[in-house]
């Protein structure tokens, strides 16, 4: 992983980035973080409609229809953002334990998510605590995301103290 | 007091001081902030989107607008909370610094369009609660909305490329990490 990420520094839309860091880095960053505030805004507002606090002149379903297309293009947009920050900065993401416990929980709210839809398509009653426990797992992805940054606080368990 | 003694005032509380020798605090001070902000730009996204027409245009706007607001404030309660916190480690580079500047100048503005917002349309909801957008001033609300709050998280990133994080009285190699709580060995100094 080490020597991949060395590799893809080397390529030219990596070192475009990097000459650029000024003002592109944080113009992705922030893009980033305006699709993760349309999720979690989303992932809220239907946990808040399970629990009853708030949407009650719609249903579950309704709710989740008006909020699902919306989560599903942030996330493309987080995908690209995301892949591009890798390409800018391989080294400083690609090595960290942070980034790699982010992605494992990115993979299983999307498992959650769709195993959500999937049974409120189908009419059956969705596993309510489930979608309330994504709120908590993207919590913990965006602390995750943060502490990319912060990698050393892992101790002995981030690469990055080991390079 | 003068602004650079409260400054420095401010930076010397046993607060300050803390978050700065820890490795951790600051941060998750950090993270919370974007959990707050991610919240309070998601929440009130749909609110704008709302007064523009583009989403949950069949619903009555009164009824969106009191089911989410309170969110909001409580979010931006929060945000701001790790905000100051945050400030006060470092007060006086933030305090001079121009994304700092420019970042509270943009939440002045958009507390202004909501202000603007809640002294006209705001008074009179039932004219057009139930119609799929708002009347033009409240559309033109809702976009400037999002451009502002979208501004704001832009210069929050740029404050933190454009400041370091304070130096600290300890060093953070002297404080407790992960390894600490697995009765690890202890870690080598983090890189700058």
Redesign the interface.
Known sequence: MNRFAEWLATTPPSVYIQNHNDWIIPLIQSIHIVGIAVVLGSVLMINLRILGWAGMDQTLRQTSSRFAPWVTSALYLLLATGILMVIGEPVRELVTFSFWLKMLLVALSTLIAVSFQRKLRADRQPVKWLALATFLIWACIIILGRLIAYDHVWGSWSPATKA | MNIAAFLKALEATAVATKIRES??V???L??TH??G???????I??IDLRLIGL??SQ??FK?IYS??LK?TWAAFALTALTGALMFITNATVYYHNFYFRAKMLLLVLAGINMGVFELTLGRKVESWDKSPSAPPLGRAVGVLSIALW?AV??MG??I??TTTRAAVAAP?SNSV????F?N?????P??K
């Open positions: 490795l951790y600051f941060p998750f950090e993270s974007v959990i902000l991610a919240l309070v730009f998601g929440t996204a749909i989403a949950s619903r009555s009824r089911d989410i969110w979208i998280i832009f990133r740029l933190g490329f953070p990490n992960f390894d600490d697995l690890a060995p202890g870690p080598p983090p890189k």
